[in-house]
């Protein structure tokens, strides 16, 4: 049975550890993909076009959309973001499960589109070992980490709407669940409609 990948979306506040966790999904286990967004921000030091975001012009990024290229973007904290739409969909359909490292906006707007998308949501053990992670991190000054701090307490009203949290506490504990998660995601009977059917047919044809 050829089976389709899962759309997967990994969202949490900055700083939680989303890009730490989805590296590590990927160095430690098989079929996964990771969709490589576009952006209109600067890039950080040690970030290179085309491996962390495709960094565009913000002309760049307009011309995108109006060409419906993107399949969500969002506007966070005065920069877009998108996910290009040709990677996901062939990748998709050759049974790749695919990440989308997105925040809560454009998790909506896929969730809308895509039904049986998993929306995953990446906690951190506490408040204050968030804005140690971000401080940490060193690639924001204090103002961007004030204004990143402000917006996770929006993004904290949207919990609700994702499938599962996991705490990012251990990274190798989290990794592993996460994992757990998504294996068992594939099992569910509303991603197996089409081997179901075939079991259904061949049953009537016992009878
Ligand atoms: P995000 O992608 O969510 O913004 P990062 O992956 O950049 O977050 O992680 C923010 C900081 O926290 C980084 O310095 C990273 O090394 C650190 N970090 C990530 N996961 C853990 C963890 N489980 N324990 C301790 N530090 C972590
Ligand atoms: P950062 O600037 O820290 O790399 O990312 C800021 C936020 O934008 C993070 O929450 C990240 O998950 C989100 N993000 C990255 N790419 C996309 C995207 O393609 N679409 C949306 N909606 N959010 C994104």
Do not use: W
Not at 111 to 138: H, I, N, T, W
Not at 173 to 197: D, G, S, V, W, Y
């Amino acid at each position: 049975m050829r089976r389709r990948g899962i759309l997967i979306v990994v969202s949490g506040f900055s700083g939680a550890g989303k890009g730490t966790l989805v590296n590590k999904l990927l160095e430690d286990y098989d079929g996964y993909v990771l969709s490589v967004s576009a952006t209109t921000r600067a890039p950080r030091p040690g970030e290179e076009d085309g491996r962390e975001y495709f960094f565009l012009q913000k002309e760049q990024f307009e011309q995108k959309i109006a060409e419906d290229g993107l399949i969500e973007y969002a506007c966070y904290c005065d920069n877009y973001y998108g996910t290009p739409r040709e990677y996901v969909e062939r990748q998709l359909a050759e049974g790749k499960d695919v990440i989308l490292e997105i925040e809560i906006q454009g998790a909506l707007k896929i969730k809308k589109q895509y039904g049986d998308a998993l929306l995953l949501f990446v906690m951190p053990p506490s408040a204050g070992e968030l804005r140690r992670r971000l401080e940490g991190r060193g690639t924001e000054t204090e103002e961007v980490i004030q204004k990143r701090m402000r917006r996770a307490v929006k993004e904290a009203e949207g919990i609700e709407n994702y499938d599962y949290i996991v705490v990012n506490d251990d990274l190798e504990t989290c990794t592993r669940q996460l994992h757990e998660i998504i294996k068992a995601a594939h099992n569910t009977p509303a991603r197996n409609r089409e081997f179901i059917e075939n079991i259904r047919t061949e049953l009537e044809g016992e009878k």
